[in-house]
């Protein structure tokens, strides 16, 4: 993975928490539109900020570019819970523009630029869409997207992400808790570790079928037991109110805030409970790079760059610096799972 950047991007694009549930609001219909333009004379609200809420709402000009969007999945991402109120589950911290978070991505099987998923992912087919389970569980089988998703009621998480690129956004996901997925196939006492799978199909995925690609495919993930079991261990299959764009996973991708974002795999069509620890797609090309637990971590740098600070997006590659936090932030939360171990050589 390179550091790159495609775009300069004024640090007063940045869309404010507060813009975001106010267009919501507004959608329900419960604030009058003098709000806005109140807070554009007090200075509160940048214009640009404005225009990015109008393009949310509309959803122009970034389209969620799928081949089709099954209906039962919209109606279900748009019925889930209200938000909890704030905590570990939710930042304060102002959202990332909706038109970074799905046009600055990182998805290898369509492309290594960072523009390349939502250009070539225009026609990515979601429906019909299966995941396998599989291993040491009780329940294993091929279930349908709607079969692994009926039981679960939907919530919103507000959560950094840090890629180990050191970029990092801040995103209203629309998921579950990955345990209660787990504990519905009833894992047996063998299980240690899960291990996650991405779609293989070249025809769609042209990074697939590059001869210049990298990675090995498919793009696999994992996670210890513990670590799956989290609270904050999360299945997403939305954001920004709506279902996930292809770039950013669609349908279905694992989010886990407090370790880089390429463990947070994307389009997952098999999940795998295993006893030993798998191998993953970033540790198989550079086990000395890419660590199989990825925890955020400002002391431990990456051999070819620090870790200490991240760049907040929208960003140029000098502005908005911010220091990275260990795991992410979300020490308090995590850092038992981690008692007694060497972060420097379990990195
Ligand atoms: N999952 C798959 N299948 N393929 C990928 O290339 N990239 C990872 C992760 N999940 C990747 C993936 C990396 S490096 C990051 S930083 C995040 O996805 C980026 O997620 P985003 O594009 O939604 O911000």
């Not at 122009?60 to 019925?79: H, S």
């Not at 006492?189 to 799978?197: K, Y």
């Not at 463990?263 to 890419?290: G, L």
């Amino acid at each position: 993975m390179l550091i790159k950047t495609k775009k300069e991007i004024p640090s007063s694009e940045i869309t404010p928490a507060n813009v975001y549930k106010n267009r919501r609001q507004f959608l329900k219909g419960s604030v009058n539109i003098a709000f806005g333009a109140g807070a554009l004379g007090a200075g509160l609200i940048s214009p640009s900020a404005l225009a990015q809420t109008a393009g949310l709402r509309g959803r122009a000009p970034t389209e969620i570019n799928l081949a089709a969007k099954p209906d039962w999945l919209v109606a279900k991402v748009g019925n889930r819970n209200a938000p909890p109120a704030s905590g570990p589950y939710n930042t304060d911290e102002a959202l990332t523009p909706f038109q970074d978070a799905t046009n600055y991505n990182n998805f290898f099987e369509f492309g290594n630029g960072k523009g390349d998923p939502a250009s070539k992912a225009r026609d990515f087919k979601i429906d019909p869409w299966s995941v396998e389970i599989a291993g040491e569980v009780n329940k294993p089988g091929n279930y349908t997207l709607e079969d692994i998703l009926q039981p679960h009621t939907l919530e919103e998480r507000v959560y950094r992400i840090r890629c180990v690129e050191a970029f990092s956004m801040v995103i209203p996901w629309i998921g579950f808790p990955l345990a209660d997925l787990i504990s519905r196939f009833e894992p047996n006492s063998n299980a240690r570790f899960i291990e996650f799978e991405t779609l293989y199909d070249p025809e769609q995925m042209p990074g697939q079928a590059a001869r210049t690609s990298s990675l090995g495919w498919p793009y696999k993930e994992g996670l210890r037991m513990d670590e799956a079991m989290h609270p904050l261990t999360i299945l997403a299959v939305g954001m920004y109110d709506d279902i996930l764009p292809a770039q950013n996973g669609a349908p279905l991708r694992l989010v886990v805030p407090w370790k880089y974002g390429f463990k947070s795999i994307k389009s997952i069509v098999r999940i795998n409970f295993r006893r030993d620890m798998p191998n993953t797609a970033w540790n198989d090309y550079a086990a000395n790079e890419y660590g199989f637990y990825a925890n955020v971590n400002p002391q431990v740098s990456h051999p070819r760059w620090s870790q200490s600070q991240e760049r907040r997006l929208p960003s140029g590659l000098f502005d908005r610096r911010i220091p990275t936090q260990l795991f992410n932030g979300y020490a308090e939360e995590v850092a038992h799972l981690y008692q007694g171990m060497d972060l420097r050589t379990y990195f």
